[in-house]
């Protein structure tokens, strides 16, 4: 009917009340549970205090600046004057085992990844015996092995004692090899410039070639460069003697610095980050229809945000004014040590410039008259009570670090060797038959056909075999190598110290893992097949 | 016209493929120079490797007696030799209940005749070319030549006999397992090992050859109740009565460990006052109000009451930790909680309210029966450690961290891949820092640090805290496996579930979890193997596992043998036989895969 005017009733939904709204249940839970975790792990803590307290040890960190008296069976320093510089030489001695292994394990086990799917029916099961039996022998096993075989060599004689090149012995392989000198920091300097104009010169050599079609030769390029400025280097390096006084400034700046200066950084990061959180958030809820309506949820998470960036800024301030002791007996607060270990690394910096100081592998003493590079021959000396010894000369491959290195790259291997076998065999089939139809030969399509591709789906699992090389190389602890797990615990021992000493280990290994995460990580999203 | 596709002379059959050993070698061994040269090369190192591995095993002076004497020790450690029979018990009842669900569930199925001519044949030549390789004495040489030649024989006669159907899965598997048996039965009856044992004074140690009858005769037993089993599940299965046979297998299965382990190896001291006077009236009052709180919850209309009670109850039992009363009690409370939390999910009615609250009562019963156990003293005296040692404590830690580490796991897989972000948060904070850090720093610090953390008064063992310290890192590499599986689960189902009203509960447990768990069965077995090689890691915190007794306590001893010095074929018996364990998880993995179907749709 034309005229009628029809009224619309709209009903109220009555509100779902508290107790059954979904969203306040979800949060209520997740709250009650966060709380319930914080107060347990505050009770435990309260409860190691007291029980700390009440044998006679403080808890603290003045054990990493004072003497603890622990001896280092190998490693940069193996007497360190205070608890910081022993973990120091333990982090060293884990990354010399982990980035070496990795780099040996990775070749290792891409050779036998490629034999297994061999046609040659030897060399697949050569391939096949050795991985079913290094992977299936768990790996302390096999690291006592290796231990146990290299205390069968021989003993070294006094008719040992001389120069040798390479000398094998029940107390280690030692070889000549070649050590930093006087002023390898600004001869480093020059290769690493070199490096970079190298890197430039390719580029154009490849754009050119992709031009013009004609053999661009960018790969002789940079080698040729990097060698050109490596040998002017050896000679030139005293020319930047002038830096010596440039990072002698920066020190003397650093030092002058209050040391209120870091807690403020780290707040204002915490405080912009938490900002910037905030701001993206409400603008990713912002359409063209106006401002979007925001849920409990998104309320809830928003105040999270805020509350987590001022309490880092807080703990900033507070964990920056605690006080320690140093090894001069004074008292120095965190952040007045951070601006100490900074002044002492541009002071180092500005002292390599000048030509005092030799590298950082000061245990084998490199004569000083040599150039950047020194090479240095092995020998055997009588020492004490006429024990026949080797000298601190030339690279000594001690039988803790022989067991752990040979264990942890074999095993590691085996397993890179399945993922690369996997690897090859995921990529298409047809990709393998073209080649073949055009004419590639076996080695030819796997290095330019096969194996990038097989990259792609090879490197997040291989991200993962260097963190368990990485994590592996604490089993030294079993065969008295030093690493941090062996130095910590050796201090642990000492001192009584465990929380601070896990905290330690935990923050390191933390570190290490996020370290290599985020460069595998980074290949990886670059590798990303890009899609519409 | 004539028809040209059915001219005779145009009907020839193609030329078969060349066969042949001169063509197999020419593919495989010389298909190219390259190849020729890689395959002279390879085969010198094998010569060379066989040669050094036979020289090792048999060399004069080695040090087996070392493995052989101390195989108790290595096996079970410092077990009193009177209650031995205990383990041969626990060891016979797993063969007689693995021997039962083979038959059951017709495990093993059939072989083609060539893969057994190959194996025995590639056996012989091995053995034949050992023979001449190795550095034996002449009739070392011949003894050995001959046998490889008389298992190569019944290769060729397995050949012959097969003829057309060598290609056909005719052979039984479980018949060739039955054989192996017998042929371990007869060789451990006639190898000359020495040991060592007291002459008829009881005095002076001698030396005798052959394998003592204390291990000869139960493992002749154990082999015979085996066989005996498995012909009989054989012939009773298949019938009416399948369904029941394999529930209470499922059953025993379960129980198996737990009683074998607490009971029966244990030998708890059980008080029957103690259980007269309490265990069996909590027992009783937990299971009747249980029944009727149960009940009551899942009646029409009361279901938002069933809820409050549940969460009351939760809290109740989480605050009665603060009150000090009978751990059992409080455990049972939690229990109560979570049952009646879960009642409206499995309960409901009819049979499935009957079967929850049998259920009930079954884990009320299990949970007081263990706290009974627990609470009880052993009365095996091993001075100073566990009572078990050796591969035994091996088993016990990688089995209990890998059962306890499962349920766990999957919390902290649903946290991670949760909607709600502290949850999100907790997750991901607790999987990164685990599994950040190695297992060596958790076990060091379970065994320096829990004694500080720890009020004084509560004490937990050196291998309770290796199995937490195991569970939660277990439990980390486990969350991301099953993360994994979670992420491949379509979204198709969440929203089919929320679309026909399945709460989250039951949408998780009936839905997602069966799918994403049987996606990455590769994945977590692979884990379980890792688990069972880390357990060798407790000899760092001194531990008396296999590894341990195999590195430290074998090659220190010097009375009344002395042992010093025999770290290397200790050693290698401890790889050899963990490798035997290992090796067998993958291939039966590989197995179950198969048969489960995993990746195909």
Known sequence: MEGARVTVEVRQHPKTPLWRNATVLKWAAQIVVLVFTVALFMLLASQALTNFESSDISFGWTWLSSPTGVQLREGIDIAPDSGARALLVGIVNTLRVAISGIFVATILGTLIGVARLSSNYIVNKIASVYIETIRNIPLLVQIFFWSALALTLPSLTAEDVGEYFIKVSNKGFAFAWIFPGTGWVPWLMFVIVGFFIGRYVAGRRKAYQEETGNRGHGGRYWSLIVLASAIVGWFAWPLLGFLEHVFGAIESFVDALPPVIFPIIVAIAALGGAVWWIRNFFESRRTPAGFGKMTDDDWFRVIFAGFSGIAIAIAAFVIGGFALNTVAGDTQSVAELIRTGLGNFFGWLSASFAGDTAGPVAAQEATRSGGPLVFSKPAVELRGAGIPQYAPTGMLITVPFFAIWTGVTLYTAAFIAEIVRGGILAVAKGQTEAAQSVGFRRGQYLRFIILPQAFRIILPPLGNQYLNLAKNTSLGLAVAYADIVAVGFTILNQTGQSLPVVIVWMAFFVTMSLSISAVVNYYNRKLQLVDR | ?601
């Open chain 2, 1 to 601: 016209m004539a028809d040209m596709t059915t001219a005779p002379e145009l009907e020839i059959a193609p030329e078969p493929p060349p066969k042949g050993v001169q063509v197999w070698l020419r593919d495989n061994l010389f298909s190219t120079p390259a190849s020729a040269v890689m395959t002279v090369i390879s085969l010198i190192i094998v010569f060379l490797a066989y040669r050094g591995l036979l020289g090792f095993v048999f060399n004069p002076g080695g040090r087996w007696d070392a493995v052989t004497f101390n195989m108790k020790l290595l096996m079970v450690q410092a077990y009193p030799s009177d209650d031995l029979w205990r383990v041969w018990l626990s060891v016979g009842f797993i063969f007689a209940l693995a021997a039962a669900s083979f038959a059951i569930w017709r495990v093993g199925g059939k072989t083609e005749p060539r893969a057994l001519t190959k194996v025995l044949m590639s056996i012989g030549g091995a053995l034949v070319i050992g023979g001449l390789l190795a550095p034996f004495s002449a009739s070392g040489t011949i003894t050995w030549i001959v046998i490889g030649l008389v298992l190569a024989g019944l290769g060729w006669l397995v050949r012959m006999w097969a003829g057309e159907r060598s290609k056909e899965p005719i052979v039984p598997v479980m018949g060739l397992v039955g054989i192996g048996f017998l042929l371990i039965t007869i060789a451990i009856w006639i190898m000359e090992v020495p040991y060592p044992s007291r002459d008829a004074d009881g005095g002076q140690i001698i030396i005798q050859q052959g394998i003592a009858t204390t291990t000869t005769i139960p493992w002749t037993i154990i082999f015979a109740i085996t066989a005996i089993v498995y012909v009989l599940f054989r012939l009773i299965g298949g019938s009416s009565k399948d369904g029941a046979i394999r529930g209470t297998l499922t059953v025993l299965w379960a129980l198996s460990f737990p009683v074998l382990l607490l009971i029966v190896l244990r030998n708890p001291d059980m008080d029957i006052s103690k259980a007269t006077t309490f265990y069996i009236p909590v027992f009783i009052g937990f299971a009747v109000a249980g029944w009727l709180l149960l009940t009551l919850v899942t009646r029409k209309g009361l279901e938002e009451f069933g809820r409050i009670l549940g969460a009351v109850l939760l809290l109740v039992g989480f605050a009665s930790f603060a009150i000090s009363m009978p751990f059992v009690i409080r455990f049972l409370l939690l229990l109560l909680a979570l049952f009646i939390l879960a009642a409206p999910t499995f309960g409901g009615e009819g049979a499935a309210n009957r079967r929850y609250l049998i259920a009930w009562v079954g884990t009320v019963l299990i949970t007081t029966v263990a706290a009974l156990v627990i609470s009880s003293e052993s009365l095996i005296n091993v001075p100073g450690s566990f009572f078990l040692g050796g591969l035994s404590l091996t088993i016990v830690l990688a089995f209990t961290s890998i059962v306890l580490s499962f349920p766990l796991g999957i919390i902290l897989a649903l946290g991670r891949t949760s909607t709600m972000p502290i949850f999100r948060l907790m997750s991901t904070a607790y999987i990164e820092l685990v599994r950040g850090v190695p297992l060596i720093t958790w076990l060091l610090v379970a065994f320096l640090m829990l004694p500080v953390a720890l009020p004084n008064g509560i004490e937990i063992g050196g291998v309770m805290r290796a199995i937490g310290a195991m569970t939660f890192f277990s439990a980390a590499y486990l969350a991301e496996n099953v993360r994994g599986g979670l992420q491949a689960l379509h979204s198709g189902q969440r929203e089919a579930s929320k679309a026909l009203g399945m709460s989250t509960l039951q949408e998780t447990v009936f839905i997602t979890l069966p799918q994403a768990l049987r996606a990455v069965i590769p994945a977590l077995v692979g884990q379980v193997i890792a688990l069972f090689k880390d357990t060798s890691l407790v000899t760092i915190v001194g531990l008396f596992d296999f590894l341990h007794m195999a590195r430290s306590v074998i090659p220190a001893q010097s009375q009344p043998f002395s042992f010093l010095g025999s770290i290397k074929w200790t050693l290698v018996f401890a790889a050899a036989v963990y490798w035997v364990f290992t090796f067998t998880f993958s291939r039966v993995s590989q197995r179950l895969e198969k048969k489960l179907g995993v990746g195909e749709r």
